[in-house]
């Protein structure tokens, strides 16, 4: 019952919010991919919070605790002050750097035909790319997450057909940090033939990284041209840069690998305790992100992650998936794609434990208004409560909710044939569509059937044991478990990978 309230809200940000002119023999469709249905900020407010976030990089600045990247700062026009690792970026060159980053790009999996789309009008969904904790079933104990788990959440997601970017799930506890994200890739492309996203950590181990996607593809040309994966430098929110991020950069950039810019920044802890400014400050992280890219290599492709949050002044935690949240997706949405970018937000996430009606609500709130907000990319999925846990009970409920705004979000077709007139003539008052051959040739493209959700005569539901959600996510899960199995990888390329983890070791 909660998910059906996605259907309300499509209303809200007006779903047929637009002009059809009919015309014979022609096939009109609504596009539902390259308009923003669903806007909170008006081209005046998004516009303040753009000269906000200028102000910012001018007057505060953003700390970079690395004397390349500041050198670089200094030579394209910013103020810097090395010894306080301090940069203040003039709008000009802020603008000039944004507008040379590379604002569309693909990433394949290890089956070439198996793609993500940034900056072209789809939509994309992936799994987290890591927890320390895993729980096996929804509302039992938390353990820490294994190299096993990668394993189990790649075949579980390859599985997914919403699920198009696979995250590892798991951050695996018992391998040594140093090389641990070339063990986890190495699992996920044997697991795999999907795109996969996985945490980078740091130079070292990310020249281990490019050796394996040079391996995957037989050389360096097709490991830029066919990336399979892209990084997350993450900001620390306020203003504040890693220096194991921004050093990943540079091994990166030999493949000019795509690079997602994400603070997280926190409304009343690490950003203003109001939604305008907090958008300002997270807007102006990742145009300094954006900058830094360009530093490192020109045209480095981008994209921008709008991934703010409000803070829980009552528990003392991040909240996932208040209004707030659904504010923040879409107003974020529309920050980036102001400066052409593709855009991946925080929505379809909950703050829920177990696959159960909160979960649902929220995840199917705030999802739909950012997929009709038009951002390229949505997650990360797959989590029990605040990044407490990863939860493939969790996965599977969310699949769902994506199952469902993919169908709200899907063009219309208004052809003459889909008008139906000739059948409505035909048919005439009184009579009925259910015998008909235009009823048998289309009810599978225009109805969506659920994989979970229940619709059922209550007395058949009643006989077949009265299941609820949590139950059905938990029986769908056994059974993906039990069945699926992804398509293998080759001998050559498996052997190749393991010489590579092998010398990271």
Request: with cysteine; proline share 4%; net charge neutral.
């Amino acid at each position: 019952a909660a998910i059906v309230l996605v259907v309300v809200l499509v209303l809200v940000v007006g779903r047929l919010n637009g002009r059809v002119r009919v015309r014979r023999r022609v096939r009109v469709r609504f596009s539902r991919r390259s308009h923003m249905l669903s806007q909170v900020l008006t081209e005046e407010q998004v516009a303040r919070v753009h000269h906000a976030s200028l102000a910012i990089l001018e007057r505060v600045g953003v700390v970079v605790p690395h004397a390349e990247v500041l050198g670089r700062f200094a030579d394209a026009g910013a103020k810097v002050d090395a010894k306080a690792q301090r940069v203040r970026i003039p709008a000009e060159v802020v603008m000039r750097l944004v507008g040379q980053a590379g604002k569309q790009f693909t990433i394949y999996g290890r089956d070439l035909a198996l793609k993500a789309a940034f900056g072209q009008g789809r939509r994309n969904y992936n799994s987290i790319a890591g927890e320390a904790l895993w729980v096996d079933e929804a509302g039992g104990k938390r353990r820490y997450a294994a190299l096993s788990d990668v394993a189990t959440a790649c075949r579980f997601a390859d599985a997914l057909e919403h699920i198009n970017i696979v995250g590892a799930m798991a951050d695996p506890h018992e391998t040594p940090v140093e090389y641990r994200c070339v063990e986890v890739m190495a699992t996920m492309l044997k697991n795999t033939p999907k795109p996969i996203h996985f945490w980078f950590y740091d130079r070292a181990s990310a020249k281990f990284i490019v050796e394996m996607m040079i391996a995957l593809r037989g050389d360096e040309r097709r490991a830029a041209e066919l990336p399979v994966c892209y990084q997350l430098l993450e900001p620390i929110s306020p203003l504040r840069f890693p220096f194991n991020g921004v050093d990943v950069l540079f091994e990166t950039a030999r493949l000019n690998l795509p690079v997602e810019i994400g603070p997280m920044a926190q409304m009343g802890v690490s950003a203003p305790c109001s939604l305008g400014g907090t958008m300002a400050q997270e807007n102006a992280e990742i145009l300094a992100g954006i900058c830094i890219t360009q530093l490192v290599r020109t045209g480095m492709p981008v994209c921008y992650g709008g991934i703010c949050h409000a803070f829980d002044m009552a528990t003392t935690q991040m909240i996932f998936s208040g209004p707030e949240q659904a504010i923040f997706g879409v107003a974020m949405t529309q920050m980036g794609k102001r400066y052409g970018l593709p855009v991946y937000i925080n929505v379809g996430l909950t703050d829920a434990k177990r696959a159960d009606a909160q979960a649902g609500l929220e995840a199917g709130i705030s999802l739909v208004l950012g997929a009709a907000a038009g951002a390229d990319v949505f997650g990360h999925m797959g989590i029990s409560g605040v990044d407490q846990a990863s939860s493939l009970d969790m996965l599977v409920l969310q699949h769902e909710v994506i199952s469902y705004v993919e169908s709200v979000m899907r063009d219309l077709d208004l052809s003459d044939e889909a008008l139906g007139l000739s059948e409505i003539e035909e048919v005439g008052p009184g009579g009925t569509f259910i015998d008909r051959e235009h009823t048998a040739r289309r009810f599978r493209r225009e109805i969506w059937f659920p994989k979970l959700l229940d619709r059922s005569f209550y007395q058949a539901w009643v006989d077949g044991g009265a299941s609820g959600m949590e139950e059905r996510c938990r029986k769908r899960k056994e059974e993906i478990l039990r069945r699926h199995s992804p398509e293998p990888i080759s001998a050559d390329i498996a052997r190749a990978l393991d010489e590579v983890v092998e010398a990271a070791r």
